[in-house]
Structure formats: C-alpha cells, structure tokens
C-alpha cells in the first residue's frame, strides 16, 4: 500500500499486490505500508481484486471507480472479494480498509457516498451472512479523489475474535438516521497467534468521538482528542477483553502502526502534540489530513496493539 499523492489502481508487481492510494495532500509526505511474511507466498488477480496469500494470511486490495451511485458496484466489489476468500478458505475477514473518495459529498442522488457506500457494503455482508459470518474491524475514511479502494486481511477460522466497546453502540446497530444501512464493522479483532512465543495482536478500527451512536464534543479538538482516546483505552482494557472471554490486556501505549486522520490541517499541530504525549516513543503514527466519516468528526484514530500487560 502506498499512501500518496495520486490514485493507481491495484496491481501484482513483482508478484506482490501494490496499491497506491490517494490519501496524502500534495505538501505532505507519501508513505509505504507493507504486509510481509516470512513464508511462501501466492498470488494472482482475479478481474478487480489483486491478491497474495501465505497459507495462514490473505491479502486483498480492490478499487470501485468513481460512479454516480455507489451500492451496486460497491456490493459487487464486495461479493466478489468473499467469494475470493471463500474459495481459497480465508473465511474470517479480520482487519479491512476503505478509502472512499469525498466520502461526506453526495452522489448524484443527493446521498452521502458514506452512506451509499454502507448500503452496498451491508448488502454484501448480508447476502454472505452464511459463508464470511463476522463483520471484521475496518476503517471508513475520506480520500482525496473520486472513487473508493478497499483492501482486507483475512485467515483461517479459529484465530479472530470480534470485539465491541461497551461505551460504543455496535456499528452494526446504529439507528438509520445516520443512514439506511448501518455500517458493516467491529471495533477491532483480536487474533490469537499460533506460533509458540509470539504475541496476540488487537487490530483496532478507525475509532473517533463517539459515545453511543452519538458525536460528541461538537467542534472541540481536544475533546474529540481525549474522548478518542478514552474509546480506544476502553476497548483494549483487561475489563474490555475479558468480557469477550480473553485473559489479555493492553495499554494506549502498546498501540503501533498508528494512523490518525485530522478533518482540518489546522488541528495538526494540537493533535501531534497530544499523540506525542499518550503513544510510545517508538510508535510508528502517521497523520493524514482527510475528511472522517461524519461531517462533526475532527479527528479519528486506528492502529495495533501487540504487547501484552499481563504479565508486567
Ligand atoms: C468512526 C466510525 O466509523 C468509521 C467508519 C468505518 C467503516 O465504515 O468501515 C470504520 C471505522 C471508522 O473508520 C464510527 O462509526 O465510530
């Protein structure tokens, strides 16, 4: 995945799946983000979907052209990459991005492409409710030209555990006011690792301001700062994990891989200096400067935690 300053649809180079996304404005810096394995690799492309697969992972990237209306194609998209990852037996879709394209404007039905793109998604889902069961963690977020990229990473059954935030109602489950179909994720995966010694891994979703179903602290960057914050502690807390059955625990500070989206370029600077405070000195955290999903939120954050408390 490479986060840059132009949109290039997903292709094999040199037999690994590349994307570039456009996802970073013309003053900022491009970056790579890298999926890597240490075993044997497959790969091949499948009409629109571009894909590699290890054994134990799958990776999938595919991207829905800019259209006036967004849910058939969307929906196609979809159904086409979990019949991919039913086939080749990754049924448990774990951690999944989309990139939609002026995600708060409307189409040309006067919809929000969020919500015309949550339509599509949720049909998706709905018609593999039997095969891909479990709505993974994802992230929704504004990208800066037409048109949406999705990619996932999927595994084997057995490995993933979905979970929610108590102070969040599901997504799954918001009122229609936010939209006629609710949007298709959990709040983050946990996934067990079978390799002796090695960590177990929470993938957290893009999470923002959000008590309930609710925004909140309207047009306040701090607040919507501390409250995301506040989300994402909660959500891998001890407490947290062991009401989903699991003996682990995490801190903020075991968050890695970290990336937060900033609505407007002027909370920049108080937002780098808050994360500055609250992740780990050796956090990798990028920033980018996007639209979030809802025309209220400032500010969303995402990223993995991989350091286990337990046993400090
Ligand atoms: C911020 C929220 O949702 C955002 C949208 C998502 C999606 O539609 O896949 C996933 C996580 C967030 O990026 C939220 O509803 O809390």
Redesign the pocket.
Known sequence: MIYQHTSEPPVLRDGAPQVGVHMVDAGAEPFAEVWLTDKPARSGTLDALVWAEDGEYLFCAFRVEKQAVYRQPVRAAYEAAFELADRLGYTKIFR???L?GHITRDNAEGMEN?RD??IG?AEAFERWSSRIGSMP?????GALSDGIDCYFLACREGKATFLENPL?TP?YK?PDQ?GPKS???A?ATYLTQVEEHATNIVYV????S?IG?ETVCLEDIDGQLDLTIG?IETLISRGNLWLHGIGDGYRIADLDFIKV?VRDAEHLPVVRAKCAEVFAAHANVVYLNVD???PD?LV?I?GICRQEIADR
């Open positions: 999944m991005w989309n939609v969020y793109f949550c998604r963690a994802a992230t929704g977020i969040q997504a918001y936010y949007p298709s994720f709040r979703s893009g999470t923002a959000i179903d989300n989206y979030v999903c809802r939120l969303e995402e």
